[in-house]
């Protein structure tokens, strides 16, 4: 069990006594995930359930696969130190991207759909975990924005150098909002990109364990273009829809896409395999059992080298 800092602990209590939405802010490799764990599992013994978490990390996801905003909700008292990447996933939504960056409004859209959701079905706390995008400019905006969308209760920010203080300079006098400023814990550990890159390898191969290549009938599906666009579509006129066959070109093959319903909710991730030559079936790799309900098809912006790789 690590030793957590004592401002740690008096903002986890605070937490405790004064439930709601709580948005945790830091860079990379800074505690969030940590200390996340350790306020989902003290709120829970102290009688603070169901919660939930939605983990907004895409490029480091702890709950479901990266480039996707998970919810995973506690309705009873977790065992012990348990991994958060053990917890059942309730909801997916699913980016595409492994960074923010390119994808801003999606990934402020997942997120408060994923926090109401959690709200609207009791969760007494709501723990947010954030990427580490924090710098100035992009960073600094989609956390303000975040902010203002979800109207957290507590907000923890967790820094080194001061880095979040511009950000937290405008939040400072917010009604109805608290702010911990708290220090990185003494275990954490700055990590390569490389490890991160490994970390994200690991997490894909995990969801993918058990997938198998699925059919889905091309006429029964939207498709939906990468919100950073393609290079196979016209860059005078770029399309929000594709037509099948656009997918049977190289630069569509092995990659991500999301499975979604009618509502545009995700049910699950794949891979590309292939198109017909009629064009009639879209055949990719997933772990879903059960893809009748799948009515949109999100293309994404990862695309893999092999499909082992997924």
């Not at 800074?30 to 939605?54: D, M």
């Not at 954490?188 to 290549?213: I, L, W």
Request: with cysteine.
């Amino acid at each position: 069990m690590i030793a957590l800092p004592e401002s740690w602990l008096h903002a986890i209590d605070a937490v405790v006594q004064d439930p709601g939405i709580v948005v945790v802010l830091g860079a990379s490799n800074s505690g969030k995930t940590t200390w996340v764990k350790a306020a989902a599992e003290e709120c829970a013994q102290r009688g603070r359930i169901p919660l939930a978490i939605v983990d907004a990390d895409i490029g480091q996801s702890t709950i479901g696969p990266p480039a996707t905003v998970a919810l995973a909700v506690l309705k009873e008292k977790p065992e012990p130190a348990r991994d958060l990447a053990l917890l059942p996933t309730d909801a997916l939504f699913f980016i595409g991207a492994v960074s923010p960056r390119g994808h801003l409004l999606q990934h402020l859209v997942a997120t408060k759909v994923l926090v109401d959701r959690a709200v609207r079905h009791g969760s007494a706390v709501v723990l947010v975990d954030t990427t580490g995008l924090i710098e100035q400019g992009a960073g600094f905006q989609l956390k303000l924005r975040k902010i203002d969308l979800l109207t957290p209760r507590h907000l923890i920010a967790l820094q080194r150098n001061e880095e979040l203080e511009p950000l937290l300079t405008v939040l400072g006098h917010r009604p109805g909002l608290t702010i911990h400023r708290l220090e990185i814990s003494p275990s954490s550990r700055v990590r390569t990109a490389a490890e991160r890159a490994r970390y994200r390898a690991v997490r894909f191969a995990a969801y993918f364990a058990n997938a198998k290549v699925l059919p889905l009938e091309a006429n029964r599906l939207v498709i939906l273009s990468s919100p950073i666009g393609h290079p196979l579509s016209r860059k005078d006129r770029p399309s929000s829809l594709l037509p099948p066959g656009m997918l049977r070109g190289e630069g569509f093959t092995r990659i991500l896409v999301g499975l979604n319903n009618a509502a545009n909710e995700t049910l699950g991730i794949g891979v590309l395999h292939s198109v017909s030559e009629d064009m009639k079936e879209i055949r990719v790799l997933t772990p879903l059992e059960e893809t009748s309900a799948v009515q949109i098809l999100q293309v994404g912006s990862i695309r893999f080298n092999r499909l082992e790789e997924a």
